[in-house]
Every structure is written in structure tokens, then in C-alpha cells.
Antibody, heavy 121, light 109 residues
Framework: EVQLLESGGGLVQPGGSLRLSCAAS????????MSWVRQVPGKGLEWLSG????????YYADSVKGRFTISRDNSKNKLYLQMDSLGAEDTAVYFC??????????????WGQGTLVTVSS | FMLTQPQSVSGSPGETVTISCTRS????????VQWFQQRPDSSPTTVIY?????PSGVPDRFSGSIDTSSNSASLTISGLETDDEADYYC??????????FGGGTKLTV
């Protein structure tokens, strides 16, 4: 069974940084592209970033380009999202997602449970 | 482009409901459409991917289709169950590097 467990969320001040992690299990992590999606509580879904299986290709939404960095460590079965220059508009639940193929774009077939990031002074 | 969904739909147990997702520009058939279910206080789950594929464990009561005449995709849920009550989101791609989500539809059973 695919399991994706996000961690690293919490309260951070405006302008600060945070690094999210996603521990993957139940599948061969190195064979699949991965993504991050966020959701402001009570609002809709927003795609943030995707990375191919080898990290060769990375993609970002305009809203986070230049501030967020996606990465992965296939030896540890982990996906990361480094978030810098955070603002109040980044307050949301962040989901890790497994894609159905090795490259991006591809469909999501599994989601994590999410981790809440709150940006506030 | 944008993907527009109705804010809400409703149906009774056993009935069939359809949720639409209309693409504002460009051809709906040019990129796959996915559908996600999100029950209250839960993370999303995928019910349809690549237009009409169901992940393992998703019952065949869920089906996806596209209608090029209306430039829209649809999620059809037959044999409605109370457990189907959730928010549903469609998603597609703008080119190869940008994902677009619909605003979501609240299904009341």
C-alpha cells in the first residue's frame, strides 16, 4: 500500500523559511515522479511543483517560482519542498503526491495526509 | 485557461449524478483530465485519472468522459451512496508544465 507521510509544517514568521519532507513507502519511489499541492483551509487545490524520477526535470507554479525548491533523495525515499520568503498567502495545508509515471506531467494517483503551514507574526 | 465546475450538485441514494468541468480555452481533449474526491477533513483521493482510468479500489460507479462539443469533461457517479458526499475537483494541464485545478464541486447526497 502506498503511504506518503508529510512532515515539517508549523508556524513561521513572514519572510521566513521552512522545509517540508515527505516519506514514501509501499512502492518503488525512484520509479515515479512526485508533486506538491497545497490547499488553503476551506478553499480549492493549487499545484505547486513537480519533479521527475531522476530529478532531471523540475517544474513550478508561477506563484512559487524562485521561492520554493523541490528535491528528492531516492536513496532515502524522500521528497522535499524548501520554502523561502514565505508570506501570509502561503498559509495552507501542503500535500505530497505520487504521480503515475516517471516524468512530469502525469496524473496523481496517491496523496499524503498533508501538513499545515501557517505564516504569521 | 480555467476549468469551471458547478459549485454544488445533489442527488439521492441510488441516483446518478454528473459533475461538469468546462475548459475556458483550448481543446479539452488536448490534455488528460483527472478527478479527485475530498471528503470533509480528509486529504484528496484520485477517483479518475487520464480521462477515464480508475485507480485500484475505486468502484466502477465512478466514470469519466469528455464532450468536445461543450469543451468539457464530466465525472459521473452512479448508484449514489451517502459515502460519496464530498468535494470533487477536476484537473488538467496547461502545456506540459502547468497544472490547472477546477474550483471544486460540493456533492450532497
Amino acid at each position: 500500500e502506498v503511504q506518503l507521510l508529510e512532515s515539517g509544517g508549523g508556524l513561521v514568521q513572514p519572510g521566513g523559511s521552512l522545509r517540508l519532507s515527505c516519506a514514501a513507502s509501499g512502492f518503488t519511489f525512484s520509479n515515479y515522479a512526485m508533486s506538491w499541492v497545497r490547499q488553503v483551509p476551506g478553499k480549492g487545490l493549487e499545484w505547486l511543483s513537480g519533479v521527475s524520477k531522476t530529478s532531471r526535470n523540475t517544474y513550478y507554479a508561477d506563484s512559487v517560482k524562485g521561492r520554493f525548491t523541490i528535491s528528492r533523495d531516492n536513496s532515502k525515499n524522500k521528497l522535499y519542498l524548501q520554502m523561502d520568503s514565505l508570506g501570509a498567502e502561503d498559509t495552507a495545508v501542503y500535500f505530497c503526491a505520487k504521480l503515475v509515471a516517471a516524468g512530469v506531467p502525469a496524473a496523481i494517483d496517491s496523496w499524503g495526509q498533508g501538513t499545515l503551514v501557517t505564516v504569521s507574526s | 485557461f480555467m476549468l469551471t465546475q458547478p459549485q454544488s450538485v445533489s442527488g439521492s441514494p441510488g441516483e446518478t449524478v454528473t459533475i461538469s468541468c468546462t475548459r475556458s480555452s483550448g481543446n479539452i481533449a488536448s490534455n488528460f483530465v483527472q478527478w479527485f474526491q475530498q471528503r470533509p477533513d480528509s486529504s484528496p483521493t484520485t477517483v479518475i485519472y487520464e480521462g477515464s482510468q480508475r485507480p485500484s479500489g475505486v468502484p466502477d460507479r465512478f466514470s469519466g468522459s469528455i464532450d468536445t462539443s461543450s469543451n468539457s469533461a464530466s465525472l459521473t457517479i452512479s448508484g449514489l451512496e451517502t459515502d460519496d458526499e464530498a468535494d470533487y475537483y477536476c484537473q488538467s494541464y496547461d502545456g506540459s508544465t502547468r497544472w490547472i485545478f477546477g474550483g471544486g464541486t460540493k456533492l450532497t447526497v
